[in-house]
């Protein structure tokens, strides 16, 4: 198969991309370009795509032999995942870039391209498992579970993950680490990339400030009595704690986190820890990596990248779900996205808009 190995520079995809040409695969590697100002050394940006991981990634490329290119997506990584990101904490709620990203440019923009040059699949350093399945191919989580990516892929539907190769997924890191150090790369001892990568500095307020201005607002309790006043609701999330700077102390000194973000009216509001616990979400823009769910069945609920697995009762029409917890969750926020697991198989996943409280506490 004529197969796009997408390079960030990084030891997973290299490994990878290494894989797929061991495989018997015709490989070329593919860098995508992602920000129109990437920081030129890697110790000033704490995500990915810099220059550096450029460079990196073609010198892994020139050791395989293999073509290398460099993609310019800047401007559609800006328009669907950081405007998106922006327009999602403006509305009041909580995203994740990673999955937008993995939806919208790594399996839509970059599979749509390959494909349309003539290759065959898209082949990734992401931690999970593709196993061929009775109904087709199944998308299942890595065998390091402290790695496991599959999470952030629960948005990618049965025709994306027949054009998919995950080669990692049956390897833990530091073995990765290890075959990367025996190939020659030297990007083996590479550190992760971390937090968001186009917010270098990992400041998510002091950057949304920067994007969206100050918009002073009332911090008010649960009783609607203002306890204290933000520079914009938009900077707030379900669940914080840190940061409130509140002026009105409980009676009782209870800490407080913020139970919910009211964007018509600038408002945040905070509570005791106990308003926080959920059982009840409800969520739209589904996305099934098979045929969807029938009825309402039992599954594992998984409502962050590093997350437990929930215990969940799951029903969807198709395109929302709705899902009764086991047991109550807390700092379950809109805008997060909600994975379902059937064993270690990913059913698919969708975003959360809305949840509630429904058994007794």
């Excluded at 408002?267 to 106990?274: A, H, N, R, S």
């Excluded at 969520?283 to 069945?297: L, Q, V």
Aim: with cysteine; glycine share 10%; aromatic share 6%.
């Amino acid at each position: 198969m004529r197969v796009v190995a997408a390079m960030s520079g990084g030891v997973d995809s290299a490994v990878a991309a290494a894989r797929m040409l061991d495989a018997g695969h015709e490989v070329v590697g593919v860098h995508l370009a992602l920000s129109q100002s990437a920081a030129t050394l890697r110790e000033s940006a704490r995500g990915c795509c810099t220059i550096e991981d450029a460079g990196d990634a073609r010198r892994v490329a020139d050791r395989l032999g293999i073509p290398f290119y460099v993609w310019d997506m800047a401007q559609r990584f800006r328009e669907d995942v950081v405007e998106d990101f922006v327009a999602e904490y403006e509305a009041g709620r909580t995203p994740n870039p990673c999955l937008r990203c993995n939806e919208r440019i790594k399996f839509a923009a970059l599979l749509d391209k390959a494909l349309a040059l003539g290759f065959d699949a898209v082949a990734t350093g992401h931690y999970a498992q593709i196993v061929d399945g009775p109904a087709g191919r199944e998308l299942h989580r890595a065998v390091d579970p402290a790695k496991d990516q599959s999470y952030v892929l629960g948005v990618l539907t049965a025709d994306q993950l027949a054009r998919s190769f995950f080669p990692l997924g049956d390897t833990t890191k530091p073995q990765i680490r290890e075959e990367a150090a025996e190939r020659g790369f030297a990007v083996a001892k590479k550190p992760d990339s971390h937090d968001i990568c186009f917010i270098a500095d990992g400041d998510t307020k002091g950057w949304l400030t920067r994007r969206l201005g100050a918009q002073p607002g009332p911090i008010v309790d649960t009783d609607g009595e203002q306890v204290g006043e933000h520079d914009g609701a938009y900077a707030y999330t379900v669940g914080q704690r840190r940061g409130l700077g509140l002026k009105v102390p409980r009676d009782d000194h209870a800490k407080r986190y913020v139970v919910d973000v009211q964007p018509r009216t600038n408002t945040v509001v905070v509570g005791t820890q106990e308003l926080l616990g959920v059982d009840l979400i409800s969520g739209d823009h589904a996305r099934w990596c098979g045929t969807p769910p029938a009825g309402e069945a039992a599954y594992g609920a998984q409502l962050r990248a590093h997350g437990e697995e929930i215990p969940c009762r799951a029903s969807s029409d198709g395109e929302s779900v709705t899902v009764r917890l086991d047991r109550r969750v807390r700092g379950v926020a809109p805008g997060q996205s909600v994975v379902l697991y059937d064993g270690t198989r990913v059913v698919g996943s969708a975003t959360i808009t809305a949840t509630d409280r429904v058994t007794a506490s």
